[in-house]
């Protein structure tokens, strides 16, 4: 495969980087460790297809976050740091920090999956899929592959009939097309079958090829993804990466303990960048 | 390897047997050319072959596999000796992308995934298919999809393969690169090859052995040159049409053919000619079509799917008179059904003019216009003959009398009440023929008419064209086939990059060619015959002393 750096890493520690991540996004609530992940991601994104989607669907986004933080404080009143009264509701510290928390952890799962979309595709997707369900996975691949062909039949048929011409009604018309599509590609899959047959499907168990295999750099980023992971996840556990935000706000000053996290955090998030740099 | 001894096979319902007491034996090791008319039990004998994918019916008799009876082996170890392969490329691919669809059987045979890398490696390195791995299977040309068909069977390393019709779906390049993938299989690791095949001009130069069947019993059997002297020798003309050209050129003409001298290929025959013909040029002759009435006029016409893209067409100019039969000769992927469809309006130019009857090809005009398609399934919207030919009938008092007339005309009355599907490839273009004569339509449009038929039916199709243009209907095919061309075309271009780049009449337009012509025509280049394109005037132009 053509494909290079992290899109070169076997589909499982892939899918257990985009894990990792989604779980961390959930654990931290501080804003600025979120409003750095939220650029992080960007960033990512950006590398990952030169900023083709970035382009196309960061302003929607951002637009879904600037209404989630101002909606938040509007519904919710709790907090003790009022600014200001906005009709007779306050508006409080508390609630626009937690919108902006909130936001910006939705926004960064939004960037997750569109990056998940760009490394975990077609086969890599299946093959995860396979290892679960091996008759389901199968059952989708040939659905894929008929897809193209239904549709292809169709443009055909059309095709042929509007020369054709008919006196019948379109609906009509469209209706024996239809009939004709599903008869002719019944008609075909017999050879389908055929083939399937004659390559001994159905005999005894299958396999399945996978075109994936763990190397050595594999299992490598694996164990950093998980040690990185480890530390990561315990700290937000011991309360590193949160603030008290209701009833009232705490400090959202840096402890030492903090910095440590967020520069281990700051690696964790990195790692496809990292292994973009070091396959290049 | 195979034995058959007293076989019949009779299918439900059937009055009559498609196999009828066949004695066959064939040896590991052999190159088979099974060949025959369509209907002749070819495909059943070959399934039954395979045994996994034996038809249901009634079988008689005893078939033995490696001599042991066929029944009694498993499905499995059949499935891993016997490969099968059928004529329809694009149906027989089961997964989306090519590198799923090679590993399908091995995946089927439970091998581990250490074994699988092995050989698609071992196999994708010697056919340089590396390109294609990863690319959609529904992207691919029908003779690439062969290809990775034919490899997806390869890698169970069967001992024998069964072709059924592989060729007949793709253009010559393609088919005989299939061809010649096998004759190296057969050389180089001994495989066994039982191919069935209406194609046979290059066959019979790489085949050990040929069989022919006919109304379910061995006609003829030998090799190559054997069957041809016997084709020959026998009094039935329609098995002549299984001769190639120049094998019998010379027959006809030799003064004593002798049966080893028989030429199959292009050489031979070059050799047979200098010395029995003077060496000198002869004076071409031209021919004009007039050209009168414009009926389909192209100017300018550029397509292309997206601008990123190359154009199919570039700024292609064409016209099309009253009364021609004229042929866009081109290789695949060139434009050439792109080309029809802009005709038809059925696409849009991008840029430049299409005239049909001198206006747009709009309703009015189509009616005028009858379309037979590459596929003629995808003409039928009935389930019975009879109704999708009173479906082009106008309403009219005599249509019935009308319809049964033109069924009789194309010899497919008695189709008439069953499944269009039901019917041989070649009897779907005659149904289609005659629902499109129906309309009395001005001016026919064929999409590869040859595409998949037996010499008989080829021979057949012609002398229908041949007719209708006779009476007047102008034709315009889009075709490969170069014999068929030579034979009946009046007037060609040749399509290449987006353009007609030659054009005139067929005999000026593949005279000169090197690839684009006759084998009769290569063979005969520098002797007095050097202007001859068929066999009807090779027959007509030999010099008799």
């Known amino acids: 495969m053509s494909e290079q750096g992290f899109l070169s890493i076997h589909p499982i520690v892939q899918l257990m980087y985009y894990i990792l991540i989604g779980v961390m996004l959930f654990q931290i609530n501080h804003p600025v460790f979120l409003l750095t992940t939220f650029l992080l991601l960007i960033w990512i994104v950006w590398q990952q297809d030169e900023g083709k989607s970035i382009k196309k669907r960061l302003s929607s986004i951002l637009l879904l976050m600037g209404v989630m933080i101002l909606l938040n404080p509007l519904f919710v009143s709790r907090g003790s740091h009022i600014l200001f009264y906005l009709g007779n509701r306050q508006i409080t510290l508390e609630a626009l920090i937690y919108g902006i928390s909130l936001a910006l952890m939705i926004g960064g799962m939004m960037l997750l999956f569109i990056s998940f979309q760009h490394v975990l595709h077609g086969q890599r997707f299946l093959y995860l899929f396979a290892n679960l369900l091996p008759r389901t996975a199968l059952l989708v691949m040939i659905a894929l592959r008929f897809v193209p062909l239904l549709m292809n039949r169709l443009e055909t048929i059309r095709a042929i009939q509007h020369v054709r011409g008919s006196n019948k009604s379109p609906i009509k018309t469209a209706m024996l097309q239809l009939q004709a599509l599903i008869t002719w590609s019944l008609e075909e899959s017999i050879e389908t079958a055929d083939s399937m047959k004659a390559r001994g499907y159905g005999n005894q168990k299958r396999t399945m090829y996978t075109p994936f295999y763990m190397e050595k750099r594999d299992w490598f980023v694996m164990i950093i993804l998980l040690l990185l992971f480890i530390l990561c996840f315990t700290g937000s556990i011991l309360g590193y990466g949160n603030i008290y935000i209701y009833p009232r706000l705490g400090t959202l000053h840096f402890y030492p303990f903090d910095w440590g996290m967020y520069i281990i955090m700051i690696f964790l998030y990195l790692m496809p960048l990292l292994i973009e740099r070091s396959t290049a | 390897m195979f034995q058959l001894y007293d076989v019949s096979f009779r299918y439900p319902d059937a009055n009559k047997d498609v196999l009828n007491q066949l004695h066959l034996s064939i040896n590991a090791g052999e190159f088979i050319l099974l060949t025959g008319p369509s209907g002749c039990g070819k495909t059943t004998l070959l399934r039954l072959l395979t045994s996994v994918l034996r038809p249901i019916g009634e079988l008689s008799g005893e078939m ?146 040929v069989i022919m069947l006919d109304e379910g019993t061995v006609r003829f059997t030998g090799n190559s040159r054997d069957m041809l002297y016997q084709l020959f020798q026998s009094r039935e003309i329609k098995y002549h049409a299984y001769l190639p050209d120049l094998a019998h050129l010379y027959l006809e003409k030799a003064q004593q053919p002798i049966k080893d001298n028989i030429p199959l290929t292009v050489n031979d025959g070059r050799v047979w000619l200098k010395q029995t013909l003077p060496m000198r040029d002869s004076k071409r002759q031209s021919r004009n079509v007039e050209q009168e009435q414009p009926i389909v006029t192209l100017k300018d016409v550029t397509f292309y799917f997206s601008k990123n893209a190359p154009s199919i067409l570039n700024r292609l100019s064409l016209t099309i008179y009253k009364g021609d039969f004229y ?124 595409k998949g038929l037996d010499p008989f039916a080829k021979k057949e199709l012609g002398r229908y064209l041949t007719a209708l243009h006779k009476e007047g209907v102008t034709i315009v095919m889009v075709s490969h086939d170069i014999d068929f061309i030579a034979n009946y075309s009046k007037r060609s271009g040749l399509l290449f990059a987006g353009e007609v780049t030659t054009e005139g009449p067929t005999h000026t337009v593949l005279q000169d060619n090197y690839f684009y012509t006759t084998d009769l025509s290569r063979a005969a280049r520098g002797t007095s015959l050097s202007s001859v394109l068929t066999l009807e005037e090779a027959l007509q132009a030999w010099p008799e002393k």
């Open chain 2, 327 to 450: 042929t866009i000769i081109g290789g695949n992927a060139s434009g050439k059904t792109t080309l029809l469809e802009i005709c038809l309006g059925i696409k849009k130019a991008k840029r430049g003019r299409v005239e049909l009857f001198q206006e747009k090809p709009h309703k009015t005009a189509l009616s005028r216009v009858g379309f037979m398609p590459q596929q003629p399934q995808a003409f039928f919207m009935y389930d019975t003959v009879e109704k999708e030919m009173q479906a082009m009938l106008n309403q009219g008092d005599d249509g019935e009398q009308h319809m049964i007339k033109m069924a009789k005309r194309f010899n497919v009355e008695h189709l008439l009440q069953q499944h269009p599907y039901d019917c041989s490839y070649g009897e779907m273009q005659k149904v289609v023929l005659a629902c499109l004569l129906l309309r009395q339509p001005d001016i026919l449009f064929l999409d590869e008419p040859t």
């Open chain 2, 64 to 209: 033995l596999y490696q001599n042991k009876p066929i029944h009694l082996w498993s499905d499995e170890q059949l499935t891993k000796q016997i490969g099968f392969i059928s004529q329809h490329p694009e149906e027989q691919m089961v997964m989306p992308t090519v590198i799923q669809e090679l590993v399908f059987g091995l995946e089927n045979h439970g091998l581990s995934t250490v074994e699988m890398r092995k050989r698609v490696a071992e196999l994708g390195h010697f056919f340089k298919i590396e390109n294609l791995l990863y690319k959609k299977t529904d992207a691919l040309s029908g003779g690439e999809q062969q290809l990775v068909h034919l490899l997806s069977v390869l890698l169970l390393r069967p001992k024998v393969l069964i072709l059924d019709e592989p060729t007949s779906q793709l253009d010559p390049v393609h088919a005989k690169h299939v061809l010649q993938i096998l004759e190296q299989l057969h050389h180089d690791l001994g495989m066994t090859i039982i191919i069935a095949e209406h194609r046979v001009d290059h066959l019979f130069q790489i085949c050990d052995r």
